[in-house]
């Protein structure tokens, strides 16, 4: 009986983060695409690509969070001294 070969599956999605770099947990809004359209433009205008970011840093700053700003690539925190407007 001939051995048959085996492909390896290829994993799929994103790699796994190094320890320590993950969120503890997710917060999910629900809003209308108009509010969503709002706060994509509001990235933008900030000069953010990623607009989960540009939420993350507003909403820090609102909780007046002591890191009051966005993590940088090297891990460190940028500080915003960006007020939130309100919509």
Known sequence: MPKTLRKSKSRRGRKPMEPGKSRASVLTVRMQP???ESIDAAAARDGVAVVSDWVRSILLIA???A???KETEGGGVEPQRRTPQRM
Do not use: P, T
Request: glycine letters at 22%; aromatic letters at 0%; zero cysteines.
């Open 63 to 65: 909780a007046g969070h």
């Open 34 to 36: 108009a509010e969503r």
């Open 67 to 69: 890191s009051l700003g």
